[in-house]
Structures are given as structure tokens and as C-alpha cells.
């Protein structure tokens, strides 16, 4: 695998791992009860940018290294996980 296609699986990960992490831990203002006037009540009450940050490079750095250890390591392709998959014919 070379670099640039190292970086961009690692970088549609980190956008996927991104989206998932973004709901943990966030408070919106209804729930603190302090709406700011021309916001919506779900908008976020105190966004920190840098711990989601950080949690979100480390799980991706966990997933890609699995990715990378059962490709490029394991030598495991897409075409081996349909030979894994289960032979449903009568």
C-alpha cells in the first residue's frame, strides 16, 4: 500500500469515526437550560473541539492499524471475504 492510498483510507476513516464520537459527551442547550437567543435549542452548549479531536485520531489510528495489519500484513483482500462468507445453496 503506498502512501496516498494509506492516507486516504485512513482519512475516510477518520471522517466515519468522526461522526460517530461527535454524539458522546455533548450537552445541548436545552439540556443546560441556557438557549442563547437566535440559536436552536439542540444546538451544542459547549463545543470542544480538541478532546473530540483527539479521541477521534486515536480510535482511527486503532481501526487503520487493524486494517493494515489484516491487509497488508495478513495479505487478506474484499476477495477473501467472500470466500469466507457462508454457501447458503441447498
Do not use: C
Request: proline fraction near 4%; charged fraction near 10%.
Amino acid at each position: 500500500m503506498g502512501f496516498g492510498t494509506g492516507f486516504a483510507i485512513y482519512f475516510i476513516i477518520w471522517w466515519v469515526v468522526l461522526f460517530t464520537v461527535l454524539p458522546f459527551s455533548a450537552r445541548s442547550q436545552a439540556d443546560e437550560g441556557e438557549v442563547t437567543l437566535g440559536t436552536t435549542h439542540s444546538a451544542p452548549a459547549n463545543f470542544r473541539f480538541w478532546p473530540i479531536f483527539l479521541r477521534t485520531t486515536l480510535i482511527s489510528a486503532a481501526v487503520f492499524a487493524a486494517y493494515f495489519a489484516v491487509t497488508v500484513i495478513g495479505g487478506y483482500s474484499l476477495d477473501d471475504l467472500i470466500a469466507l462468507s457462508p454457501d447458503f445453496k441447498s
